[in-house]
């Protein structure tokens, strides 16, 4: 078959080939043409198609990443409040120990009933 001359399948090749660059909407398809025309214009559209369900592909997998990226901060920032809450209290309970250690250190008869609920207490371990 020559290049120029129409397919004895014109109308069902017009067709795809017109249903597919319609489909994209920037292929001028006309009525007539060679088969090999029509087959080139179908194949740019399912190469188009198949781009763009790749494209479509990687962004959603891109914007699950980041929401997975997104919860993972979070969790983090929660663990991070949670260990300076931690930290704060821990110093809390320093500053109180050594206070209490510097108050005996001062006067020893002062913690003179300390000491024996100390002693009571081991004493029961």
Do not use: Y
Request: proline share 3%; hydrophobic share 45%.
């Amino acid at each position: 078959m020559l290049r120029n001359e129409p397919c004895s399948k014109d109308a069902q090749c017009s067709s795809r080939a017109i249903a597919s660059a319609a489909d994209l909407g920037d292929l001028p398809v006309s009525q007539s043409g060679a088969c090999a025309d029509h087959d080139a214009r179908f194949l740019l559209a399912q190469d188009r198609q198949v781009e763009d369900a790749a494209a479509s592909a990687a962004a959603e997998s891109d914007a699950r990443a980041l929401e997975e990226v997104r919860d993972r901060e979070a969790r983090l920032e929660a663990a991070l409040a949670e260990a300076q809450a931690s930290v704060a209290n821990m110093r809390r309970l320093h500053q109180a120990s050594q206070s209490q250690l510097f108050t005996m250190q001062a006067s020893p008869r002062a913690c003179a009933p300390w000491v024996m609920q100390l002693l009571v207490s081991s004493e029961r371990i």
